[in-house]
């Protein structure tokens, strides 16, 4: 079994910068790639961006590049979010995948953790 626990999310304003965390446990510490997800209200959950397991492949969706960064250490996995827009809002998701090639579809993730809310004001 593996565990994804998410935690940073909060209330800003447009413009300003927050930092999300994803702790990982369990066969989540080997997953080949971890992923951030963002979910709006009516919406799927859409990729923001991964890494791989040694670091060195890190894709964005194209709406955040230049002003996100994911990184990660032993045990957790980073989301630095600058530069946020009102349509940075929503639940972002961390996930695992244990699969060797990247995938940017949320089936493809065997693990999620619950959530953490971000809202961007404008």
């Known amino acids: 079994q593996g565990q994804l626990v998410e935690s940073g999310g909060g209330l800003v304003q447009a413009g300003e910068s927050l930092t999300l965390s994803c702790t990982m446990s369990?066969?989540?510490?080997?997953?080949?790639?971890l992923a951030w997800f963002r979910q709006s209200p009516g919406e799927e959950r859409k990729f923001v961006a991964a890494i791989s397991r040694n670091g060195l492949a890190t894709p964005y969706a194209a709406s955040v590049k230049g002003r996100f960064t994911i990184s990660k250490d032993k045990n957790t996995m980073y989301l630095q979010m600058s530069r946020l827009k009102f349509e940075d809002t929503g639940v972002y998701f961390c996930?695992?995948?244990?699969?060797?090639?990247?995938?940017?579809?949320?089936?493809?993730?065997?693990?999620w953790g619950q959530g953490t809310q971000v809202i961007v004001s404008s």
């Open positions: 369990g066969r989540t510490l080997s997953s080949e790639f």
């Open positions: 996930a695992a995948d244990d699969g060797w090639t990247f995938q940017s579809v949320a089936d493809a993730y065997d693990y």
